[in-house]
């Protein structure tokens, strides 16, 4: 990326050393266009301001899926709604990374290459603004009437001490002079403004920083989720949690040691009107404690509220509800006592869907699919939830007997049955209100729906790159302004002796704004030249009348 | 003429430099990342591992981590701490009912505790994110008949995850007779893979 305005180089300046060199053709003349051309175009391409904005762009565009589509990372159970609702679409999209955007290979290559784009432009930029801001400004040019700017004058002072009282004045002024070897030459240089570049600088710097911060959130981050039914308690520690995404260079020693148990749940909807079931409020109570041992503290999470623990931030995500269930098998042993999370699908109102398992139970593994009608209505003959709010609750269950494939094998998920090696136990789904007790067929043991608690999905995210990326947000901005507001300007003296005077000299100023974007130069340089004429009278010795009326073409009193 | 060709030659080579050290700089970028995440991975050398697994292994005396002291409830409803074992080996296992490799990995672990236990190895479970329902069904399923204490909130778990690198259930530490841990399988254990470590921890004086 190079520089946003004018270029480098400055037309209106004839004496002015090229600093950026013009770039050699795109083509060596007479010669072919061999791997090492297309290597070095190449690359030109990849650090030049177009790829670079192209880049950015790419990659703010490649950011919407991930806040359009539900993502892996913080709302798994999004993803499996998404599977069931469009389960033709989201095996592709999936194959698109669509699904873990920030963790696609082709994200992956749009960063990597304007990281690669702003590294192959800031470090040769920096090299060269480094040196250009050791450089002197150039030498005067031998005609300072044909600049932008310039006034002429005669002065009393013979012209090597105008020239002294020149550079003194505009050395106040805090310009950067250039004196020629031969001091009886009567000239100086001045130039002011090099903040502009560090500006420059500094914002390309700070973009470096924007990106490096983000990869090191990256390495050093992790993100995590966990579902927490009410009255119980987690630790932040792998086992603990649902969904474990760590950085490249986190290991499980590095997960904060914070405790938190959900005390209450509540979730209030709006009861009327057009937006009826609606969420009103949420309010998820926690206490938590930074580490093991440490004072318990309590919290209210909401949706836009995190909390700020121990380096991590705890996001309340989402919620659901938890049918309690007691099985007993044919022995007549509890062999299942607990809330059983339960994830509301697409239908809306909180209808939401759950599985228990209940691998030891005798004389075999009992499984249930079952439905949490929150608000049950029976319309013709099938329930539908009116309500989100858990007013008249029922769960219908489908029960199973056989090999839950729990004993061997993979990892299962919590929400999946797998009935392959199960046989239904009963045809129809059996509906349940709280307090009932289902009897299984053939002694098989007993299911009772004994009541409900709410839970709520937390996201837990430690990025230790975001306050550097804040940080250098801000040294960005800092930078565009100053490069923004900064003139870079030069101004230069020449002093020659005055033939219509022995001892004095005419004096010539001339000046020019390298980038003159916000205007000011013009009234900066009237200044600064009614500023030199007053220092050089000040310093001309005192003289008889006549040798005073010289002529003053350009000032004319 | 001539300054004319100097001044191209001279272009052409200040932009060439610009490309090299720009190269450069972005290869030693790279160059630190590799050797960042090289670093990072590399192993431990007071660590060993154990009958060809990756999974299992031995602490070298001298750098065997103090097993974090808990006192909790067991399933049965009395109270136990670690330190009631002092003077003993202890194989502590992390598990829970509705883990598939924690119900793979019962058997052998019950075959194993009926091994050791005569000969003073004492066995103790950590049952993590369960209910004692659940739990007890499982116990009485698979004839374990070692206590286990209720993790229910993973506090244990969260303790000894800052001693040994617990990435989940199942996972089996051998404690020594003073309370450090020697050696622990991350995983499924194997009847050889414990063997091998008890064998180890259990040898005079462990």
Known sequence: MTDVRAPETDPFDPAAEREDQPRPGRSSPGGAFGLADWLKWGWRQLTSMRIALILLFLLALASVPGSMLPQQGNNPSGVQQYYASHPALAPWLDRLGLFDVFAAPWFAAIYLLLFASLVGCVVPRTIRLAGSARTLPPRAPRHLTRLPRSAEYVTTLPPRDAVDVAARVLSGRGFRLRRPDDTDQGWVSAEKGYLREAGNLLFHLALLGVLVSVALGGLFGYKANRLLVQGQSFADTVSALDEFHPGRFVTAASLGPFTMTLNRFDARYITSGQQRGQPAAFDARVTYTERPGGPARTFDLDVNRPLSVDGAKVYLIGHGYAPVFTVTDARGQVVYNQPTPFVAGTSGNFLSQGVVKVPDAQPEQLGFTGVFVPTAVDVGGTLESVFPAADNPVVSLIAYAGNLGMDSGPTQSVYQLDTSGMRRLTDSPQVLQPGQTLKLPGGQGTITFTGYVPWVSLAITHDPGQLPALICGIAALGGLLLSFMIRRRRVFVRARANPAAQAGSTVQVGGLARTDASGGFEAEFATLAAELRSAHEQAAPARPAPQQAAPDRHEGE | ?206
Request: hydrophobic content about 45%.
């Open chain 2, 1 to 206: 003429m001539l300054r004319a060709l100097s001044s191209r030659a001279l272009s052409t080579r200040t932009g060439r430099r610009t490309v090299v050290l720009a190269a450069a700089a972005l290869a030693g970028v790279l160059l630190i990342v590799v050797l960042a995440t090289g670093w990072a991975g590399s192993g431990n050398s007071s660590v060993t591992t154990v009958d060809g697994s990756t999974s299992a292994v031995l602490y070298s005396a001298g750098h065997r981590p103090l097993a974090p002291e808990f006192t909790a409830t067991t399933l049965t409803g009395s109270k136990l701490s670690l330190s009631d074992y002092r003077g003993k080996v202890v194989v502590l296992n992390f598990w829970g009912s509705w883990c598939v490799p924690c119900r793979a990995e019962a058997p052998t672990l019950a075959a194993l505790a009926a091994k050791y236990q005569p000969s003073g190895v004492s066995f103790l479970g950590v049952d993590v994110r369960d209910t004692t329902a659940s739990a007890l069904a499982f116990a009485h399923i698979f004839h374990i008949t070692y206590p286990s204490v209720s993790d229910e909130s993973s506090a244990i778990t969260l303790d000894f995850t800052a001693k040994v690198p617990i990435a989940g259930t199942p996972t089996t530490l051998v404690v020594d007779r003073t309370g450090h841990i020697a050696g622990a399988v991350f995983g499924t254990v194997t009847y050889s893979e414990l063997t091998a470590i008890l064998a180890k921890v259990t040898a005079k004086g462990g």
